[in-house]
């Protein structure tokens, strides 16, 4: 295989990395990505930083908690209130069972 070829395929095999990061990726794009990574010591460099960056991302949301009651009353005041003026559509069915996990 040429460079001109090997171009594309490295570019498709760094842009997987986060997928396979996070475990993701279908058995066969695992297993190009695991070779890639076995031959080249810079996407290595790469999938580390990846890691890295996905272990931050995760604990970062870990530590800020869920949103509050009062921050769902207010998400589901506003929809209300864009329903009623027919900027929005629900389907009954979806509202009905809104309503009824609320009560």
Same mark, same amino acid.
Not at 8 to 16: D, K, R, V
Not at 30 to 59: K, M, P, S
């Given at each position: ?6 171009? *594309?395929?490295? /570019?498709? $095999?760094?842009?997987?990395? *986060?997928?396979? =990061? ?12 695991? /070779?890639?990574? =076995?031959?080249?010591?810079? @996407? =290595?460099? /790469? ?7 996905? $272990? ?9 908690? =869920? *949103? +509050? ?5 207010? @998400? ?5 209130? /864009? ?8 389907? $009954?069915?979806?509202?009905?069972? $809104?309503?009824? +996990?609320?009560?």
């Amino acid at each position: 295989m040429n460079a001109i070829n090997e171009e *594309p395929e490295h /570019q498709e $095999i760094e842009a997987l990395l *986060p997928w396979h =990061a996070a475990g993701t990726l279908s058995r066969r794009d695992a297993n190009r990505v695991e /070779q890639a990574l =076995a031959g080249d010591r810079e @996407l =290595a460099r /790469q999938y580390d930083l990846v890691r890295e960056e996905l $272990i931050e991302t995760i604990h970062l949301n870990e530590t800020l908690g =869920a *949103p +509050s009651a009062r921050a769902m009353e207010r @998400l589901f005041a506003a929809i209300a209130v /864009q329903i009623s003026n027919g900027r929005a559509t629900l389907n $009954i069915r979806t509202a009905d069972s $809104i309503s009824a +996990s609320r009560a």
